[in-house]
């Protein structure tokens, strides 16, 4: 059977977490946004730029090395070619009512990058100022005030290493120092990047009937989930891991297409983009006290562009129309709000 499962991404660093064991980093979990271009035959019909803060899960030793090598921080900017991989997680949260903590299974989706490279708006400068023993024992804030007051480097500090003290107690420490990125530099540097922000190419069977959800404001949703045979070994996931699973959203004509073609088992090519959003709900029955509570968590799902039926889909009828995606000028309006940080939890 046909493999595909191809993920790129190119966006902004807006959030850097390194994981150690025994003072190794063994993991760093990236939120990068990203750019989603506007496609008014998806239901995107105000035309706006949508921004979307994907994560990536990056545990490759030489890949960690590289981005520790290069300083990576919040603000670069990361290009990624990767795949969309999901992770069944044990997943909690505590009753409002009884205060108990129960637990379900839940997925985790995230991008496993196969390659990354490294980009800076604003290069990195480095400057070394020496703390006094006494002036190392000081608070964090007052030690803060003291290297921006030593620094002689313009910008603003995004990394601080310690080099270890002298003989006479004095410690040196090493800075990073960069001018401060304006968002207009970001979204600049996306729109350049448009095509290849947040792109996903997928072949996949359907593991259950789609749910259909017309809106009465016109707008159509298609939600379903499909099996994506992996192409990738991923050495630390659970070997007996053999595919992943994610959820599909299409919207407006591709909606009320896919609802009439596709079943349980129908083999899918998508192109589209990832989706990612906080504030996501479920209800979940508390196992103690039998209260339905309302779980929110946040979610990726993939939002197609474009669907082709490769078997065991209801013939659908094809209008001749382009693919009309929106070209902003320079200097039109446009929607600047960022997505906040997602953690990539799914249902």
């Keep these: 059977m046909a493999r595909e499962n191809q993920v790129l991404l190119n966006g902004q660093i807006r959030s850097i977490k390194r994981m150690k064991k025994d003072d190794e980093i063994v993991q760093i979990v990236i939120g990068l946004l990203v750019m989603r271009r506007p496609v008014l035959k998806m239901g995107n019909r105000t035309g706006d730029i949508k921004y979307d803060t994907v994560i990536i899960v990056i545990r490759d030793s030489n890949q960690i090395q590289y981005l520790e090598d290069m300083n990576a921080a919040e603000g670069d900017m990361l290009e990624v070619s990767g795949v969309y991989s999901t992770l069944n997680v044990i997943k909690s949260y ?18 496993h990058p196969k390659c990354i490279r490294l980009s800076e708006i604003h290069p990195k400068c480095y400057e070394t100022v020496v703390l006094s023993e006494l002036e190392r024992h000081f608070t964090k804030e007052e030690i803060n005030s003291i290297l921006n007051s030593r620094k002689t480097t313009k910008g603003e500090i995004i990394k601080i290493k310690d080099l270890g003290a002298d003989e ?93 073609a596709i079943h349980k088992g129908s083999l899918l090519w998508i192109d589209g983009s990832i989706q990612a959003r906080d504030g996501y709900e479920i209800e979940k029955t508390c196992e103690f006290c039998g ?44 929607n600047d709000n960022y997505a906040e940080e997602n953690t990539s939890e799914e249902r």
């Design 168 to 260: 006479h107690g004095n410690v040196r420490v090493l800075l990073t120092v960069r001018d401060k990125i304006k968002d207009s530099d970001v979204i600049r540097w996306l729109r350049q990047m448009s095509e290849i922000s947040n792109r996903i190419y997928l072949i996949g069977n359907v593991c259950a009937e789609p749910v259909y959800n017309p809106i009465d404001n016109g707008g159509r949703v298609c939600t379903y989930q499909i099996g994506v045979n992996r192409k990738l070994y991923i050495k630390e996931d659970d070997p007996d891991s053999k595919a992943d699973y994610p959820w599909i959203k299409s919207l407006g004509d591709q909606a009320d297409k896919d609802a009439q």
């Design 94 to 111: 505590y009753c409002k009512k009884c205060s108990t903590k129960n637990s379900f299974t839940g997925t985790m989706a995230y991008v």
């Design 291 to 334: 209260e339905t509570c309302h779980v929110k968590g946040s979610t990726m799902e993939v939002v197609p562009h474009y669907v082709e039926y490769l078997a065991g889909c209801d013939p659908v009828s094809e209008e001749d129309e382009d693919e009309d995606y929106i070209e902003l000028e320079d200097g039109e309006e446009q």
